[in-house]
């Protein structure tokens, strides 16, 4: 896999709308203004992209809008990273526009750069998966800078800060406190702290001991049943076919899957669906373990650890559950294509290699 470089002060990064353009409604623009103070304030230079900010109507209707703007991060030589405003439902109507661009597939390979994000987001990171670029399943604009508590929420802060930093490797630790989604967003909320609880279980093993090691790969639950299942979008499931977005079954031998399920919550027997059309796919004999992310509000917590047992009874799967990435809070951000480690004796995970290269330095 090829690694960007980490952020470092000074640094540009652009924002980008890939999937849902309401970063661009007003009703978000006290969010907007958060988020770019905090990037400021670690140093960074926000540069929201020519049609981030279009709104969701128009972003809608020109998902090549939004692919340019993408394209053109890529193609900027100032812009050393790339942060996704929010999730959606419709990324996947941008891989045409990608993924048949020689241009941009040469930008990715030839100079990556740092890009982070989650949710829908997971059609963007399966791209430059297959491009052989590593991207992180991390924080977004609006859902993490711009937390409207009087600072970032200081879990996902710490992850955000290590975005600056190499080390060989990286223990990933349970936060010591979950919240709560907010039910307002509006201007009157800024200030006002989220319901907060301990956290009582840690990461959760439910089968497995010993050490278990394998490359990361994985992503948003409802996302992948899009990818595999005629849903929302007629189309998508063509869509993907064609640009062989969702990883053929050999790819994903001694790999760790990574899965979270969207705001949505879906219901438990929604959840055993999407899971037995990964089953389907003829991964989970491949696989090194599973690792299942908090839902948020811990909501079906109970029923998704025991329906994840059952469906992957037959495998014998290494399974760990209640980390935090993913839709609930607060999020730390997980590496495609890297080697991590889990100890499944003391419910740990650990990133065995750096998450970026320090080329520039290298070459000074």
Not at 146 to 171: G, Q
Not at 232 to 256: G, H
Request: proline share 5%; charged share 25%; glycine share 8%.
């Amino acid at each position: 896999m090829i690694k960007p470089r980490r952020l470092k002060k000074g640094d540009k990064v652009a924002i980008v709308s890939l999937s849902s353009g309401i970063l661009g409604e007003k009703f978000v623009r006290h969010e907007l203004n958060l988020g770019l103070q905090r990037l400021q304030a670690l140093g960074l230079e926000p540069v929201i992209m020519p049609h981030a900010l279009k709104g969701l109507t128009y972003l809608k209707e020109h998902p090549a809008k939004r692919a340019a703007d993408l394209k053109s991060a890529f193609l900027d030589d100032t812009i050393a990273g790339i942060i996704c405003a929010i999730g959606g439902d419709d990324t996947y109507r941008l891989l045409p526009f990608l993924l048949e661009d020689q241009e941009f597939i040469h930008a990715v390979r030839e100079k990556p750069k740092f890009f982070t994000g989650f949710s829908d987001s997971t059609v963007n990171h399966l791209l430059f998966y297959q491009l052989g670029m590593v991207s992180f399943y991390g924080p977004n604009l609006l859902n993490d800078l711009a937390e409207l508590d009087v600072a970032m929420l200081p879990y996902t802060a710490r992850i955000f800060r290590s975005f600056f930093e190499n080390p060989a490797t990286r223990k990933i630790v349970s936060s010591p406190i979950w919240y709560e989604e907010r039910t307002d967003f509006s201007p009157a909320a800024i200030g006002t702290p989220r319901k907060e609880h301990l956290e009582e279980a840690g990461y959760l093993v439910l089968r497995g001991h010993g050490i278990v090691t394998g490359q990361l790969l994985g992503g948003c639950l409802d996302s992948f049943y899009d990818l595999l299942q005629v849903g929302r979008y007629p189309d998508e499931v063509q869509v993907a076919t064609k640009f062989k977005i969702f990883p053929q079954a050999a790819e994903w031998q001694d790999k760790l899957l990574f899965i979270e399920t969207s705001e949505e919550c879906p219901e438990p027997q929604l959840f055993r669906k999407m899971l037995c059309a990964l089953k389907a796919q003829g991964i989970f004999a491949k696989l090194k373990g599973i690792l299942l992310g908090k839902p948020q509000n811990e909501r079906f917590f109970r029923e998704y650890k025991t329906i994840l047992l059952e469906v992957t009874q037959e495998f014998g799967l290494p399974l760990m559950v209640n980390l935090n990435f993913g839709h609930a809070y607060p999020r730390m951000a997980l590496p495609y294509g890297l080697q991590a480690r889990l100890d499944l004796n003391q419910g740990t995970l650990t990133i065995m290699e750096s998450f970026f290269t320090d080329f520039e330095e290298k070459q000074n």
